[in-house]
């Protein structure tokens, strides 16, 4: 059994003020046990320690984590979910004494997130993602610090192409610590950076027509990196860091702005009692 605490931050800096647009800090518990298919993930006693700010942002990155069940095959990959109907109500639940606050957003963009995602193959493709993230693409990655260097192809609305420049690499091999016991870890580092050509096709997705008024992204990166037991694949945690930079014209100057959103997971093992 694991207790998680899970964050989600979402800032905006323009190199001097930062600004927090968004907040949620988390716990859950996790249990894992096996399954004739392979592993039964569960997930429950969800509770928010603090929030402020945009909830939508933050509820929808932190969704996967409402999930009651998930069967995962013996080689990692997420075969289905299971209950994906408490979802809705489990973040309802949540959400509604945060709803009360004076700088809480009307509820129906949250609502309209969870009428989405909360169908089963909108959620079951986000948790898919998100176990792919914590586990499943470091399954075949060397433990060694020699990088491995690639492209990919994601896509936009109507199918539109984005290519971006991953960079694969062991960061790090330290100890973690399970049932008091000290364990030989590793640390994985996953860094993608859109290439400079498909940057204009996702400004023109995000934002369509803010080049006319100045404005212009710059760059987007995402960094994941993850700690993980070396014998059992176990995490011990997760960082995933979406960086978008842009520049506008204000007055004659450039400024650079940095919008970030930071999800942190933290495992914490204990014996069942």
């Known amino acids: 059994m694991a207790f998680l605490e899970t964050e989600y931050v979402r800032e905006v800096s323009d190199g001097t003020v930062t600004q927090q647009l968004a907040v949620l800090r988390m716990t859950h518990r996790m249990r894992v046990s096996p399954h004739p298919e392979g592993l039964l ?31 995962v095959s013996p080689d990692g990959h997420v075969l289905r979910i299971e209950e994906t109907e408490r979802v809705q109500e489990l973040v309802g639940q949540m959400y509604e004494p945060l709803s009360k606050s004076s700088s809480a957003q009307s509820p129906s963009a949250l609502q309209q ?48 192409p984005l290519r971006s420049m991953v960079r694969q690499q062991m960061i790090d091999r330290p100890s973690c610590i399970r049932d008091i016991a000290a364990i030989e870890c590793a640390t994985f580092e ?67 702005t940095q919008n970030v959103q930071r999800r942190t997971v933290r495992f914490t093992y204990v014996q069942e009692q």
């Not at 603090?50 to 990155?61: F, H, I, S």
């Not at 760059?219 to 960086?243: F, Q, W």
Request: aromatic share 4%.
């Open 113 to 160: 997130l969870l009428t989405i995602m909360a169908s089963g193959a909108g959620l079951r493709s986000l948790v898919q993602d998100d176990w792919d993230h914590l586990v499943g693409k470091w399954l075949v990655l060397p433990l060694d610090s020699a990088p491995v260097e690639s492209t990919s192809v994601s896509t936009v609305l109507n199918g539109i």
């Open 190 to 256: 996953s860094r993608s950076n859109i290439e400079p050509e498909s940057l204009a096709v996702l400004q023109n997705y995000l934002s369509p027509g803010a080049s006319d008024a100045g404005v212009r992204i710059t760059g987007s990166e995402k960094v994941d990196r993850v700690t993980l037991e070396i014998g059992t694949m176990l995490p011990h945690e997760a960082i995933l860091t979406r960086t978008l930079q842009s520049t506008t014209q204000l007055s004659g100057r450039t400024v650079l």
């Open 41 to 71: 993930v569960q997930f429950d006693n969800q509770k928010a320690i603090a929030a402020g700010g945009d909830m939508t942002d933050a509820l929808g990155a932190l969704l996967p984590w409402w999930v009651p069940r998930i069967i």
